[in-house]
Every structure is written in C-alpha cells, then in structure tokens.
C-alpha cells in the first residue's frame, strides 16, 4: 500500500523518529486492512439487504397484480340492478383478498361511460417480506365494465311446498307431551307414511291422513277436522270431538267411545279392473255406484260397472307395473255409461311400488269394474254423526242419531235415529227410528215406519278409500352450498369458515376464506367482529370444531344473520341472543340442547330491517338495507305468484341426518332427512316439519313433543322452503378490463 495516501510527500520526518514510524506504519497498514475488510462485509451485507429488498418488491407487486385481477373477476359478477348505486366518488372498500397477499383494494371513483358502461377506479396494494424487509406495491387501475343483462340460471332446491305442515315418512306413536298445529289451513295439516298411534291418555290437535292403520285409545283429536286412513281406524276410550271426519278402509269405534258429533263416519271401497277399450289393464279400489243393468249376482251387490264419483283420487295399477293417481274432480265422467275421460294427463307415482317402464302412460278413456268389494266394515256404539257409510254397518249401542246411515251391504242395528236410510242388503233392527225416508234392498227382520223392504236402486254405493298423498323429497345438503352465507368446514384436517355472499354495511365485501385455527391478525379481527362464543370467552368462535370432527356452539353471544352450513353434526348449547339463521347440515345430527337460549329465527321470519340492516348483511337475501330480494314461484293452486325472501330463508333447520331438540321455539321450517327426537320441553315450530327425507323414519313421543303453529299472513303462509330452479334468461355476458394501470 502506498504509504504516500497517508502521508502527504511534503512531510519529512526526523531520523531519531524512523523507528517509531516503522511502528505506526505497521500499525496503519493493519488499521487500513481492517477498515477494507469491514468494508467489504459492509458492501456484502448490503448486496444481500438490497437483494432481499428487491425479492420482496418483486412479490409485492405480483400480490398487488393478483388483486388486480381478483378484483376484476368481482366485477364481472356484479349484478347489473347494482351498478347505478355505485356511481359516485365515495371510496368503497374491498376486503377478502387478505389470503392473495393484498394489503388494501380501495374503489376510489365508479363513473357511467354510457352505453351501460361503467368506468372503474381503484387502488390494489400487495404487501411482501418481513421485519425491515417488509415492502408494498400501489398498483392505481382503471377498470371498463359492460355488466351482464339477462339472468343466471339457478338450480332446482330440493323441496317444494310440503304436503302438510307435519309430515312423517314412518310411524308415528304418540303417548305423551304435546302434538298439536295450531292455526290449522284448509288442507291436510299432518302425513303420516305409515301407522299413528295415540295412547297413553293423549290428547292429539291434529288432523290429516295416513297410509297405514290409526289406533288411538287415549285422549283425542282435535274439532272439525279429520282422520284419513288407507288402512283401518280403530278408537277405543277416546274423548268425542266435534265436527270430525273419520274415513277409512274400516272403521270400529268401541263400546268406550259415545257420545260426540262426527260429520262423517265412512269406509269402503269396490275393487275394480280397469279397462280401456274393452282390455283389462290394470287394477284400482274405487268409490262410486253400479250400473243396475251392468249387475250380476244377488244382494247385496259387488259385481257391476262402477260410475266412479267426481270428487277425491284414485291410484290406478296397470299390469306393466306402473302407477297413475287420478284427480276425479278434473276428469269427465259419463253417468250413464261410468266412462272416465281425461285419464292421458294423469300424474304418475313414481314411488317404490311402481316398477314400470319409462314413459309408461295412461289411454285417455278408462272403464272400472268392479269384482269384489274391499273393506267398508264399520262398527260403532252410541253416536251422532251426520253421516254413516259402509258397506256392512253395526251400530251396537242406544240411542245415537245419524243423518243419513248407508250401506252398500247389510246393516245391524239395535237402536237410533236416522234421517235417510239406504241399504242395499238385509236389514235387523230392535229400536230404530227413521224420520226421513227409508229403502232396503232385501229383507227386514221387522217392520220399521217409512222404510221399505224389497226395492230396487236401493244401494247407495261406497266412497271409496282415501288417497294419502305422503311423498317426500330427498335432502341433499349441498344443493343449499352455493346459497350459504357461512361455510364451516374442515379441509386438510383443519376447520376454516368460508364468507360468501356477505358484505358490511357500508357496502364492501367480506368474502373470503378465514382459517378458525391460527387466522392471521387481519382475519381474527373480522372473525372477532363476527361471533362470539362461550359466553364472550372465544371472541371469533374458533374452537367451535371438537376432537370427533363436530362442530359446537356453546354460549353464542354473537352470530352473523344469513344461511350457515355445517359440514357435520351441530350442537347449540345455550345462547344470549336470538339467531337469525337457517342451520344447513350436511352429515351428523342437529342437536338443539335445554340449556339457556333464545330463539331461532329464519330470516325470512325475522324481518328484512334484523337482517339486511346489521353491520354485516347477506347480499343474495337481501335486496337493499331494509329490503329482501323478490322471486315469483307457484302457490298452491298452481298460480304464478311473486313471493318476498328467497326460498331457503323460510327453513330454520335442514339436516340430511336427524335432529333433537328440547325446548326450543324455531320461527322457520324445519326439513330433515331422517329422525327427530323431543325431549324435556316443548318444541314449538312456527312453519312446517318434515321427518324422514332421505329415509324413512318412525318418530316416537313421549316427552316434550311438537307444537306447530301454521304461520299467517307476510307471505310467510306455507311458502315452500326452496325454489324449482329457472333456466335463466338468454343474456349478454359480463365483461370488464383494464384500460390503465400504473404504481403508485
């Protein structure tokens, strides 16, 4: 090293002083090397800092260009009706890009560029590195939206307008609690798909049909209603009620029961071969009459041509295995001849008796003819009713009163009143007074003032038996997915919520998937925001997924309103808040416990100002801030209605598995696949219950039991708990692009 750069050649040191400066230059030279060497670690550290620094630039700006084009994709997807309320230069917030390394989106200015164009601005800033490595990239961006016209297709939802309020696909056994539907409509307000059974002293406020046998011995029914069996109704120790029909394949009401004052009391049927242009082809149980010349055999009759009534539905059987029902009250029938018309537009069933090949269909013209008679045993004691009507008919006790008493048969009775009697066979009486007008087929055992014995045309018939409509609907949770507003779910062994469809109140989006297990600061702010669980002690709810893979909500203090979907069994244990939610499960059962809660409240039920009003609101039920969105669907009777509050909104709980419940009130409908079980207090469910899916299902109650209120007016009568799907409307197609960009 050249000593010179030290020290300057004008300096001339003394001689006595040479060995000194020996020191000091060796000294200098070790300082100068040190100083070169700290120097170049210095530069080496440097490199790697700037290095490190331009990585982390580097990726800041692919994050920040990811949410460039994240945000584009959001664009596209904006509704058009959206757009003229976005105009302005209000900022408006995009959060949900969190897990694509964006720090903030901020759309700054929406402008209309004619021609329902749209011209976008916003500010993207990803965020790379770490510690003093931590960098961020500004990307400002100009966007051109042409939003999409027409409208999107949507899916069938599963299910329709139940049968009935209540409907059980299984037997029913009911001995104790509550079982009752208040605010009746004028339909069905139970199905039953196999047998009920009251016992145990239980008074039922029900009224319905059932494809299997009825057997109560307890407690009773409810006034002015009815009990429809396919199968045999059998009452014994029953308090009368008032104004009921009972209808069945047989009907016996024993020597317990007196008293009361039925509408109507029938049973039976002719068993019939269908014809169609003069070929057997099937085979049906019908009510009706027979064509006296159509006769063969003695009295009383069963053989003959049967002028089916014009009211009620038939099944009919064809020989090739498939199965039709029959709407009588819309079909033409000839009263000369028995002639249906019509018969080509009949609904097939469909169901697992029907085994016949497709496109199998019905001729437009059917003849029955009947060969036997099934059931129409009715057996009674002391009553009054309206009207009595079988084919053999027993009344064994003194001193009811019947309107009308037919018999397609024979009629033994000791003693009552009767207004018109018609008995297409023999006749024995003790003590039996007829006011009215009577005709007998065959033979009386003695005289009885204005009756005639030996007539002809005396057969009044049979009605029939009844048709119980108790078809359900599969339930497949994921058909619900897309319209969820919270997902939560477990990927990879791990629980995470999935945000969809959510948006705070001044408008920016929340969507986005948020981890329940080690959620960034950001995510665990918004969770934080969202819920709140164990009665304030886990802000955010993230240890709501157990060991066994369920998910559990204990001590809820704050739940988001909108759709929540769960992708195994559920269980709420108490809560200090009303819920505002439908509670979608895909497996496992719903247990809604006794401990400490409030309601569950479907949104529809609660109000568009509850659910669309909050901090955070979800966009696909809600119209507006104080608005739910509209759809039209077909009601009851077939009309074309424009209904308020998506389909889905109208269910409180919809479970593929089953549910126990105990105590709890449910403003909203509940759906399930399989079983239900009450325990402790009363369920009360404002709304419709459906049990048993996806399989069928005996329901037993003892204990608690089901309170079902019909609910009225609001359009929130019935209305089905998911729509029929649309095939969307011919559109032209969203587009947006980037017209300008530069950083920041």
């Known amino acids: 090293m050249d000593k010179n750069r030290f020290f300057p050649s004008t300096f001339s040191p003394p001689r006595r002083q040479r060995g000194i400066a020996t020191v000091l230059i060796v ?68 959060s949900g890009m969190g897990a694509l390394g964006v720090k903030q989106a901020v759309v700054t200015t929406v402008e209309s560029a004619g021609s329902e164009h749209y011209r976008v601005t916003a500010r993207v800033t990803g965020e790379a590195g770490v510690g003093s490595a931590l960098t961020t990239a500004t990307v400002e961006v100009i966007y051109d939206v042409a939003p999409g016209s027409g409208s999107p297709a949507t899916p069938e939802i599963c299910h329709s307008l139940p049968n009935a309020p209540m409907v059980f696909n299984g037997n029913l056994n009911y001995s104790g609690g509550s079982l009752e539907v208040v605010n009746p409509v004028d339909y069905e307000n139970i199905v039953v798909a196999g047998d009920l059974t009251i016992g145990g002293g239980s008074s039922a406020r029900i009224s319905g049909c059932m494809k299997g046998n009825v057997s109560i011995s307890g407690g009773g029914i409810t006034n002015n209603g009815h009990i429809h069996s396919e199968g045999d109704i059998r009452i014994n120790h029953m308090g009368n009620p008032s104004g009921t029909t009972l209808w069945g394949r047989n009907v016996d009401i024993g020597n317990g029961v007196s008293g009361g004052n039925y509408a109507a009391i029938k049973a039976g049927a002719y068993s019939a071969v269908v014809y169609s242009g003069g070929k057997a082809i099937g085979t049906a149980q019908v009510g009706g009459r027979l064509i006296d010349a159509t006769v063969s055999g003695g009295i009383p009759w069963t053989r003959g041509t049967v002028v089916p009534f ?75 009713a309206r009207q009595l009507w079988g084919q053999s008919v027993s009344i064994l006790g003194w001193s009811g009163s019947y309107d009308t008493l037919w018999a397609g048969g024979h009629v033994d009775a000791v003693s009552g009143t009767v207004g018109e009697l018609r008995v297409g066979g023999n006749m024995s009486a003790r003590e039996v007074r007829v006011t009215g007008s009577g005709r007998v087929a065959g033979t009386l055992n003695s005289p009885i003032a204005n009756v005639l014995a030996g007539q002809a045309g005396a057969n009044p018939g049979l009605p029939g038996l009844p048709w119980c409509d108790a078809r359900v609907k599969p339930v497949d949770a994921n058909n619900y997915k897309g319209m969820a507003n919270y997902l939560f779910e477990s990927v990879n062994g791990l ?117 669309c009003g909050g901090d955070f609101y979800p966009t696909n039920l809600c119209a507006s801030r104080s608005a739910f969105v509209t759809w039209e669907g077909t009601d009851a009777q077939g009309k074309t209605t424009t209904y308020t509050g998506l389909p889905i909104a109208n269910a409180a709980v919809i479970a593929e598995e089953g549910a126990t419940m105990a105590g709890w009130t449910l403003r909203g409908s509940v759906l399930l696949g399989k079983q239900l079980s009450t325990t402790g207090a009363v369920v009360t469910i404002h709304g ?48 947006a692009g980037v017209l300008w960009s530069r950083y920041l």
């Open 688 to 735: 419709s219950l459906t049990v048993g899916s996806n399989q069928r299902a005996d329901t037993t109650i003892s204990a608690g039991g089901i309170s079902l209120e019909v609910p009225h007016g609001n359009g929130l009568n019935l209305l089905p708990v998911c729509g029929g799907g649309s095939p969307g409307l011919p559109a032209a197609p969203a587009s």
């Open 495 to 611: 629980p995470q919520l999935t945000v969809q469809h959510v948006k705070r109140a001044d408008g920016s989006s929340i969507d986005g998937v948020y981890p329940l297990r080690n959620p960034s600061p950001a995510q665990l702010a918004l969770l934080q925001e969202l819920m709140t669980c164990i009665n304030g002690n886990d802000r955010g709810c993230l240890t709501t997924r157990k060991a066994d893979g369920s998910w559990y909500l204990e001590g809820v203090r704050k739940m988001p309103a909108g759709v929540l979907w769960f992708d195994s069994k559920l269980t709420i244990s108490g809560t200090t808040v009303d819920l505002l939610n439908t509670l979608v499960n895909k497996g496992g059962d719903v247990v809604l416990s006794s401990s400490g809660h409030l309601d569950l409240i479907a949104p529809n039920f609660a109000g568009a100002s509850r659910v």
């Open 27 to 94: 000294l200098l030279v070790g300082l100068a090397v040190s100083v070169t060497v700290a120097a170049t670690i210095y530069a080496l550290r440097g490199t790697q800092s700037q290095q490190l620094t331009t990585h982390s630039a580097t990726a800041a700006q692919a994050a920040a260009w990811r949410g460039v084009e994240a945000l584009r994709l959001y664009l596209l997807q904006v509704e058009k009706t959206v757009w003229p309320g976005w105009v302005g230069t209000d900022a408006k917030p995009v």
């Open 310 to 384: 014009n009211s009620g539905r038939v099944v009919v059987s064809l020989d090739d295995g498939s199965r039709f029902v029959l709407d009588l009250g819309k079909l033409v029938i000839d009263p000369a001849t028995g002639n249906v018309s019509g018969a080509a537009g009949a609904e097939r069933l469909g169901d697992e008796r029907d085994t016949g090949p497709e496109g199998a269909a019905l001729p437009d013209v059917l003849a029955f003819e009947s060969t036997s008679v099934t059931g129409g045993v009715v057996s009674l004691h002391t009553l009054w």
